[in-house]
């Protein structure tokens, strides 16, 4: 299946609009939501038709991965506000909610169809966004390509026979912006940037307590569980497994890669959390910046603040 296809798929845009009018108190019809998210005007236009086949189908898939739920033909909010939440600041963290969501192993295992066909019909629901995050943030963020034709020459230098990362270009820019709604990409499609440092800050609100102090190894561990896309994540290591040792390098042993660098480098600066080095400690990591260069090691990290 798939998230990345917009046409069929649906639109980030319009799963917000959803959203927002299914938190609301009273409880809504499918018809009646989607009448509210795409109005019909006197005389129907192929736009109007095409808004109301994108908005049915985002209904769909996200009814699918869990976001939504139907019950006699009432849709409702699978996920409730909390406490006192307001729909505004519910929408703010609708982001994180969506991303959780996507990065399921139950919505985006398997990666690829078990038959070896290239393919999205047997693969998992999100499949397409999850191999595709995988992937890019496997990559030297700082020199990825923007591109699908280059995208795709890349992909074809690193990737085994038999495997795939984004079908088409079609792919390719859905999952640009989706990749930009999910809190793990920055830019326009002329400056896009892996930039996944809003999704590691939410997962350190997942993984530790405000100024509590964890061994490096154990905070990259829990933040691959959430993220299993990032360092060491089942995600990243099943794509990996895909790529050609001559054309794809590894993070050298006890190095991180670019994407997860930047992002603990980012949070770091912003003292949402600190990196410390104690003498007496058993393995240190190290971050690894533009070129290859090698920033700083750490043996710990503590969280500073919240990070929610």
């Known amino acids: 299946m798939s998230i990345l296809n917009l046409q069929s798929d649906g639109l980030p845009s319009i799963m917000l609009t ?13 018809d009646d939501l989607l009448g509210i998210c795409v109005p019909q005007s006197g005389i129907t236009k192929d736009t109007d038709k095409d808004l109301a086949a994108r908005a049915r189908a985002t209904l769909v898939r996200w009814t699918n991965l869990g976001l939504f739920a139907e019950d006699r033909d009432q849709v409702r909010l699978s996920v409730g506000l909390t406490k006192g939440e307001s729909i505004d600041a519910f ?3 609708l982001p994180e909610v969506c991303r959780e969501l996507a990065l399921r192993h139950e919505n985006g295992l398997p990666l690829w169809a078990t038959d070896g066909s290239v393919s999205e019909e047997a693969t998992g629901r999100t499949a397409d966004f999850c191999r595709g995050l995988a992937w890019c943030l ?3 963020i700082y020199t990825l390509p ?4 280059e995208i795709e020459s890349l992909v074809t230098s690193q990737v085994q026979a038999g495997r795939f990362i984004f079908l088409n270009d079609t792919r390719w820019a859905g999952f640009r912006t989706w990749a930009r ?4 990409a920055t830019g326009d499609d002329s400056s896009f940037f892996c930039d996944a440092t809003p999704a590691v800050r939410w997962a350190f609100s997942q993984i530790m307590h405000t100024e509590e102090t964890l061994a490096a190894s154990a905070v990259i561990s829990r933040l691959a569980e959430c993220l299993p896309v990032i360092d060491s994540g089942v995600y990243r290591q099943e794509v990996e497994q895909t790529l050609k040792p001559e054309t794809w390098k590894k993070p050298a042993p006890g190095h991180l890669s670019t994407s997860l660098s930047f992002a603990l480098q980012r949070l770091h600066k912003q003292k949402t959390i600190q990196l410390t080095r104690m003498a007496d400690a058993s393995s240190q990591l190290t971050l690894v910046g533009q070129g290859g260069r090698t920033w700083e090691s750490f043996t710990h990290v503590r969280l500073t603040k919240d990070a929610s």
């Open 181 to 184: 709604f999910l809190g793990c």
């Open 91 to 93: 929408t703010a963290r």
């Open 146 to 149: 923007n591109s699908h034709a």
């Open 18 to 30: 959803l959203a927002r009018i299914a938190a609301q108190d009273k409880p809504t019809s499918r």
């Open 138 to 140: 496997a990559q030297d």
